[in-house]
Nanobody, 114 residues
Framework: QVELVESGGGLVQPGGSLTLSCAAS????????MGWYRQAPGKQRELVAA???????YYEDSVKGRFSISRDNAENTVLLKMNSLKPDDTAVYYC????????WGQGTQVTVSS
């Protein structure tokens, strides 16, 4: 059974940085495209970054140049480094495969506010 555990969220001021971590168990991420998703209050969950086969990376337009996704297949983890954070980045962040194949984890809350 696959389990995803996200961590690293918190309260940060605009312009600040955070690094989120996702630990997977039960499946090896090396065989999958992996993504970070977020869901803001009252909005649908959206894909913001993905690490795909062949080293291809995807970023949603609003996070390009600010967010960076990486993966450690040996540790079965996926990271999301977030810089220059904005209030609009406030959301619960989740990781999953891309496209979505596994049960969702609990997510990690990111709040950007002064």
């Amino acid at each position: 059974q696959v389990e995803l555990v996200e961590s690293g969220g918190g309260l940060v001021q605009p312009g600040g940085s955070l690094t989120l971590s996702c630990a997977a168990s039960g499946k090896m991420i090396i065989w999958y495209n992996m993504g970070w998703y977020r869901q803001a209050p009252g909005k649908q969950r959206e894909l913001v970054a993905a690490s795909r086969s062949g080293g291809r990376l995807y970023y949603e337009d609003s996070v390009k140049g600010r967010f960076s996704i990486s993966r450690d297949n040996a540790e079965n983890t996926v990271l999301l480094k977030m810089n220059s954070l904005k209030p609009d980045d406030t959301a619960v962040y989740y990781c999953n495969t891309d496209p979505i194949l596994w049960p969702w984890g609990q997510g990690t809350q990111v709040t950007v506010s002064s």
